[in-house]
């Protein structure tokens, strides 16, 4: 049973004092009669009618405890309550609950909650923040009023935030009330949008559908919405974030001439227009029928931007016209408020007029207000200073304030038409291309172009080429437009023409005068291939002297019009800056229709005229490589109007004299060898198979269909069997020489890893030019083959190289693979000592034959003459030793090999020379104390036939003892008798210990 609470306690008591039973006191309070009787029992015991004071449940942990959960929780802010329970020991449980350290965290006042995301930045980050913040710390509201700030922002049709909290009760947990459904994969769709605001201006409300990366953002984005604004105000500076969409490499260079407001990386979000879209996802969820899917979310958020943000609108005027008149809608809130015009321009925005002023019909401006919904603004007289941005809106009621507030409603951008001159600048042999513009109203007016004074020349009928003379002319009525083509501009060119639109009163034209620049400096039509499948880059020149210039490129038509590219291709192209007047496009993905003439130029944009000013001129052939045996496939894409008309492949282009019928769609049975076709209507392409290729299928290649298109498609043959691989020194030369395939061709030496572009850019020698450089080329007509000498190599020369052959425009090609090394000086070192000692090895064959040959004395026959007595000679000219060894008669003969060689001392009984020390040659050989016969051990009967000494003259020490210097330097065999040693040659001997002296102290060098 519950306990009874304080009041009922007191009450209960003054009951019983007044008299009343317990029984009745009990009823009273809705407790049981013993609970009244215990009441006035501890009443009467202790004065009082509370409970006795109680401990409570004993605390499981101590204070030591309760620090170390503190202090375990400060120094680690993340440790989780799980992990300290698990280590801490209660009083009287093995561990503590999760619940107690919150518990004791709590008392400390240490509460869980979510941390505060933040960006990783690194010094840099910091750095650039830190300098951004200094330098446009002290900018003036003024100047942060002229930035204009974009960016973009996704909408979920579903909430996306995972913390929504729903009150029940314990009950009710899974009623329908207190559940939420939400898809778990799409969220139920989300739309993205990009918008920009300033403190006057805003842009419109762009839905993105899909990915949006830097070529969509350019094209989409920037075009079509942020260069209209920015050429509108030209003192606005863009704000962007640093998405990837918006530095992209494109995209900085389309921004380039455009005053971007430097953004520092991982910035804080401190975009105003975050703002913006909170408020403007609260207005769509408060709508009373909130959308059910992405269209009506894409809608509802468009609507609510112009109708709570202010609408933007363009208007077009032109000089003479007599009114022109607004309409402003606003909230019947603001009824009996103050309705204003304003005027922006470089000055402070200021007032017109008024709904408090006096109106009169005769006035510039005047303002008409409704009291309902709207109020209407006309402006007459326009005049050409009428052009500008206007603002409509209502005075708030702030009266109590020293400001006034206004609500702006509309933004008007009022463009006005007339005689305005505009100077375009164009070249001589190349094109120009001009687009005028004229308010809607007139899209359906007849459009002319007058040469100076000269008769105007009308466009008869719209939406189509009319051509007088070298006058291109095509009235657009979808945009109230006229496009004006001229080719091959002269001199005669150069004059003021006059754009215009024919109207009742009077001719709204716009002038243009044209100079014609005489440049030698751009070059002719340029020829350029690609393999299809892969891209290509074409060189453009863009003139410096062309002001607020874009660059653009656009195809010629079979017309010999320029058009521009399509929305649907502009993703292929990208724009690159290179040096000084130049820049490049590359087309990615090239395939058969992308085969024709290009140009490219300088773009120049104004308020009623664009201009470009063509420059260059390229001729593109997709190309196709195949190699001899195999087999290729010539893809032909068509259009889904032709599908069921017949495609022709031709060599040649095809309806002419000289095109090579080669199939046509509608002979897919004709049995044809190596040629198969296959027409695919449902893909709109026409497939043709050339199988066992040959050196003579190379060329260019035509799909038609009748007069509608004729594609040149080219397919290049390399050779299979005619690989060649060249190895060279650094330094050296080299001689490929290559095979004539086919007669009367122009042949050519090129580099590159693909045969197209070593043919468009790679060639190094020709027929034309035989010599370039290191590189010459020699024809061998009578041997067939032609040959290309490279001198003086360097490692930079190895690569692939291609021998070309061309005839009417078809290539043949050999392919040629050079690997220049550089050579080691040790192996030349080596090399040239090997000869060294081979030459040395060849003189003593020659001169031990030279001897035999002029019979000098061997071995035995010294022994039969007695060889002890020639020993004992102490004439060192007349012994056998002296004469052998060829002892100089002067000791200090220099020339002498021997005592260059083993340096005999001048005077023998010298006991400090080297040689006489360790050799020791006696004076009286009989000695038998003398080292030498010790050493050398001479035997004691010379006529010995055995002992090749004297015939050897080498007298060895111990041929065992590797100490002795005389064996050691002089190299004697360890077997003395072997006489094809050439030790005993020993003139030829000290000249090897010559040259290996030489050689050592090569390598030692080397070293």
């Excluded at 070192?829 to 000869?835: F, K, N, R, T, W």
Aim: glycine share 4%; charged share 25%; proline share 4%.
């Amino acid at each position: 049973m519950p306990r009874v609470p304080a009041h009922l306690r007191e009450r209960a008591l003054g009951m019983l004092q007044g008299g009343m039973r317990t029984a009745d006191v009990a009823r009273a309070i809705n407790c049981h009669v013993r609970t009244v009787r215990r009441l006035r029992q501890r009443y009467r015991e202790t004065g009082r009618t509370a409970d006795h004071p109680r401990s409570g449940r004993p605390r499981v942990t101590i204070p030591a405890q309760d620090r170390y959960i503190r202090i375990s929780h400060l120094r680690d802010r993340y440790r989780m309550a799980t992990t300290t329970a698990r280590v801490t020991p209660g009083t009287h449980n093995p561990s503590i609950s999760a619940q107690t350290v919150s518990n004791r965290l709590r008392e400390a006042g240490l509460r869980a909650c979510r941390p505060v995301v933040r960006q990783v930045l690194t010094r840099h980050h910091q750095q650039q923040r830190r300098l951004w913040t200094q330098t446009h710390l002290r900018w003036t509201r003024q100047e942060w009023q002229k930035v204009l700030f974009t960016d973009e922002s996704r909408f979920c049709l579903t909430r996306g935030d995972g913390r929504i909290r729903v009150y029940c009760r314990t009950s009710e947990r899974y009623t329908e009330a207190c559940t939420l459904e939400r898809d778990r994969f799409g969220g139920g769709g989300s739309v993205m949008v990009w918008g920009g605001i300033s403190h006057h201006h805003r842009t419109e409300l762009v839905v993105i559908t899909g990915y949006l990366n830097a070529l969509r953002y350019r094209e989409d984005i920037l075009l079509p919405h942020v260069v209209p604004f920015m050429h509108a105000h030209p003192d606005m500076i863009l704000q962007q974030d640093n998405a990837t969409s918006h530095t992209a490499r494109s995209v900085r260079e389309f921004l380039h001439d455009s005053n971007v407001l430097p953004w520092p990386a991982k910035s804080p979000d401190l975009n105003p227009i975050e703002h913006v879209w909170d408020l403007l996802d609260r207005r769509v969820r408060a709508r009373a029928i909130p959308p059910r899917n992405v269209q009506e979310l894409a809608s509802a958020l468009v609507e609510e931007w112009e109708s709570r943000c202010g609408k933007s609108v363009i208007r077009d005027g032109y000089l003479g016209q007599k009114t022109i008149t607004f309409r402003c809608k606003y909230d019947e809130k603001f009824k009996t408020h103050t309705k204003v015009f304003y005027r922006l321009n470089e000055d402070p925005v200021h007032v017109l007029n008024s709904s408090r002023s006096s109106q009169s019909s005769e006035e510039k401006f005047s303002l008409s207000d409704s009291h309902k919904d709207h109020f209407n603004v006309t402006i007459r007289d326009i005049s050409a200073a009428d052009g500008g941005v206007y603002l409509c809106g209502v005075e708030r009621d702030e009266s109590h304030q020293s400001s006034t507030h206004i609500t702006f409603i509309k933004e008007i951008q009022l463009n006005v038409y007339g005689q305005t001159s505009v100077q375009v600048q164009a070249y001589s042999s190349k094109s120009v291309f001009i687009t005028c513009k004229f308010p809607q109203k007139f899209k359906g007016n007849k459009k002319f172009i007058q040469k100076d004074s000269s008769q105007k020349i009308f466009v008869d009928g719209q939406n189509q080429w009319v051509h007088h003379d070298k006058l291109h002319m095509y009235d657009d009525s979808s945009e109230g437009r006229l496009k004006v083509f001229i080719s091959d501009l002269t001199a005669d060119d150069e004059a003021t023409y006059r754009c215009g639109v024919n109207i009742p009163d009077h001719d709204l034209f716009t002038e243009i005068k044209l100079t014609v620049n005489q440049v030698d400096h751009f070059p002719a039509l340029s020829k350029a291939s690609a393999i299809i499948g892969e891209s290509v880059k074409l060189t453009c020149n863009f003139p410096e002297k062309h002001n607020e210039t874009f660059k653009h490129i656009c195809k010629q038509n079979k017309e010999k019009i320029c058009e521009s590219i399509s929305s649907s291709e502009k993703k292929r192209f990208e724009f690159s800056a290179g040096p000084a007047g130049v820049f490049t496009v590359s087309i990615s993905n090239v395939s058969v229709r992308d085969a024709g003439v290009y140009w490219c130029g300088a773009e120049t944009r104004d308020t009623h005229l664009t201009s470009v000013s063509l420059t260059n001129q390229h001729q593109l052939t997709p190309t196709m490589v195949g190699r001899e045996g195999d087999s290729s496939e010539i893809k032909c894409h068509y259009d889904g109007n032709h599908s069921t008309e017949v495609k022709h492949l031709c060599k040649g282009k095809c309806f002419t004299k000289d095109a090579q019928h080669i199939i046509r769609s509608d002979e897919v049975h004709v049995n044809k060898t190596k040629i198969s076709v296959k027409d695919d209507t449902e893909l709109s392409l026409f497939t043709v198979t050339l199988s066992d290729l040959r050196a003579e299928d190379a060329g260019i290649y035509w799909c038609a269909v009748k007069e509608a298109f004729n594609l040149p498609i080219e397919l290049m043959i390399v050779l299979k069997d005619a690989f060649f691989t060249h190895e060279a020194s650094v330094g050296g030369s080299v001689s490929i020489s290559c095979k004539n395939v086919r007669t009367q061709t122009q042949r050519l030496f090129c580099r590159g890893d693909q045969p197209n572009i070593c043919v468009r850019d790679g060639v190094r020698v020709s027929s034309d030019t035989r010599t370039s450089g290191r590189f010459s080329l020699t024809d061998e007509t009578s041997a067939g083959v032609f040959t290309v000498n490279i001198s003086n190599l360097t490692e930079e020369d190895s690569g692939n190289y291609w021998c070309a052959e061309e005839t009417s425009g078809s290539f043949v090609f050999t392919e040629v693979h050079l690997h220049v090394t550089q050579v080691s000086s040790v192996i030349v070192v080596v090399s040239v000592g090997l000869i060294l000692l081979a030459v040395c090895l060849v003189l003593m064959l020659l001169k031990i034959k030279y001897s035999c040959k002029h019979g000098i004395m061997s071995s035995s026959d010294r022994r039969e003459t007695g060889d002890h007595e020639m020993v004992q000679d102490s004439d060192p000219t007349s012994t056998p030793l002296y004469s052998t060894v060829q002892l100089p008669t002067i000791p200090s003969d220099s020339q002498n090999p021997l005592y260059s060689s083993v340096q005999l001392p001048t005077i023998p009984s010298d006991s400090q020379n080297q040689l006489y020390s360790t050799v020791q040659l006696p004076t009286i050989p009989s000695d038998s104390q003398n080292q030498l016969y010790s050493t050398v051990q001479l035997p004691t009967i010379p006529s010995d036939s055995q002992n090749p000494l004297y015939s050897s003259v080498q007298l060895p020490t111990i041929p065992s003892d590797s100490q002795n210097p005389l064996y050691s330097s002089v190299q004697l065999p360890t077997i003395p008798s072997d006489s094809q040693n050439p030790l005993y040659a020993s003139d030829y001997a000290s000249m090897c210990v010559k040259v290996s002296s030489c050689f050592s102290g090569k390598l030692q060098s080397l070293k």
